[in-house]
């Protein structure tokens, strides 16, 4: 009888049997009626067990997964519930979710028609990459007694992996296909330039670069000719992740490493569409889970499974080892995309020789973030000397920041600043600017 469980229903009927008793202390006429309201219980509780517990297979339930979470993204959790009770029951549903979730108040209660199934579902939003494990699924179902419920269990220990995110890559796709993303409005990119691929030559229009005019076509049709250029492809396109102990510092429930490896797996997509090489490593005390740059049809996933379990080492990361790994393992000039973050201009002048020692071989990017905590600070209006104080400390943090990529660019070095939450549209917005400038 270990699924059998004891409702309030039934303890509030003691209570009242308790309450004649009392009664009867005092008038000897409640003695009787005490005795009889006490075996009346006692036959209800009975009978109520045995409608819960002469079926077998009373209650039939499933839980539905998604075959992997995403990372910050919503996912659905899907669950039916089917009675096989010839009355209607009362059900309470509880899912032991896993532990990632600090979720210990899940109850979900359903009234179900006797022959008839429930389909509910409810919203998981992962913060953590790695595996998540479900426990049972619990089912109580109470007859319309409601003196004692009935516990069903399936589905033990479902397993589920949660990898970077990925939900949202068609979305970033289809802005990346049109060359212009949105972010604040759209903001529209400026071709100054083009690759030398030659594609064909065609007729003039109002807007071409007259620099591309082919003169020699152009006198033997009798009209202005243009050659057309297409997008160079197969370019490598590198995204290296610092997992040192700067990438901890969480925001919205995700940590910096987090947001980076999301905006890995959007910008891999999008360099993958574009027919061009995405490869990516992580570094800290050496340089870990390497991808090399490739355009083949499992990359995406490769890159994936290499970013599924990486965590934070709380070191403080060595840009010297770097240097001399990129040296050796990427000899053709890239593009390098470097995910870090630099709280401090004396922080990137300890580094700096390495990576201009990096840019010199390689077009680098340096992505590092917003402290949107900071940013709240500078636009709230102080109204004691506290947070006068506060306010003065945040812009000065705000101030070394922008010192930091006047630093960077005189070395050639560029850089994206940006809020956490904003960093996949900042990084596929750079790529295809660049892209379009013809600078790499």
């Not at 002469?54 to 499933?62: D, E």
């Not at 910008?267 to 090489?277: C, Q």
Request: glycine share 4%.
């Amino acid at each position: 009888m270990k699924n059998l469980y004891i409702d309030q229903r039934f303890f509030f009927a003691l209570f009242g049997v308790g309450f004649l008793y009392v009664l009867a202390f005092f008038f000897t006429g409640f003695m009787q009626v005490a005795h009889g309201f006490l075996i009346l219980v006692f036959l209800v509780f009975i009978i109520d067990s045995l409608l819960l517990f002469n079926q077998k297979n009373a209650i039939k339930a499933q839980r539905i997964l998604p075959e992997k979470l995403s990372n910050g993204d919503e996912s659905q959790v899907k669950i039916e519930v089917f009675n096989n009770y010839f009355f209607k029951a009362k059900t309470k549903i509880i899912d032991e979710i896993p532990f990632q979730f600090q979720k210990r108040d899940f109850l979900i209660e359903k009234d179900i028609q006797s022959g008839k199934s429930v389909l509910f579902q409810y919203i998981l939003e992962p913060k953590e990459r790695g595996e998540y494990s479900f426990g049972n699924l619990n089912i109580f179902a109470q007859s319309p007694i409601g003196f004692v419920s009935r516990r069903f269990t399936f589905q033990k220990d479902a397993m589920l992996p949660c990898y970077p995110s990925f939900i949202y890559l068609r979305k970033y796709e289809m802005m990346a296909l049109q060359n212009e993303f949105l972010l604040g409005g759209i903001k529209k990119i400026r071709k100054l330039g083009h690759t030398m691929e030659f594609e064909q030559i065609r007729e003039y229009v109002q807007g071409d670069d007259l620099r591309t005019i082919n003169w020699k076509a152009t006198s033997k049709r009798n009209q202005l000719m243009v050659n057309q250029y297409q997008d160079e492809k197969s370019q490598r396109i590198y995204m290296l992740i610092d997992k040192g102990r700067t990438m901890q510092m969480p925001f919205n429930g995700l940590s910096l490493l987090d947001y980076s490896i999301n905006a890995t797996m959007a910008l891999s997509h999008i360099i993958l569409k574009k027919s061009d090489r995405a490869g990516m490593m992580t570094f800290s005390k050496k340089t870990e889970n390497k991808v090399a740059a490739e355009n083949k049809s499992g990359q995406l996933k490769k890159i994936s499974e290499a970013l599924y379990n990486v965590q934070t080492n709380f070191y403080e990361s060595d840009f010297n080892r770097l240097y001399q790994d990129l040296k050796f393992s990427i000899g053709q000039r890239s593009l390098i995309l470097m995910f870090t973050n630099f709280e401090t201009l004396d922080a990137v002048n300890r580094q700096m020789k390495y990576l201009r020692g990096i840019a010199k071989n390689h077009l680098l990017v340096v992505v590092f973030f917003k402290n949107s905590e900071l940013q709240d600070l500078i636009r709230k209006n102080p109204e004691n000397m506290q947070e006068v104080y506060d306010e003065i400390v945040a812009e000065k943090f705000e101030f070394e920041k922008k010192l930091i990529i006047q630093e960077l660019r005189k070395y050639g070095i560029f850089t994206i600043y940006t809020l956490p939450e904003n960093l996949n549209t900042e990084v596929i917005n750079k790529y295809l600017e660049i892209k379009a400038r013809g600078m790499l």
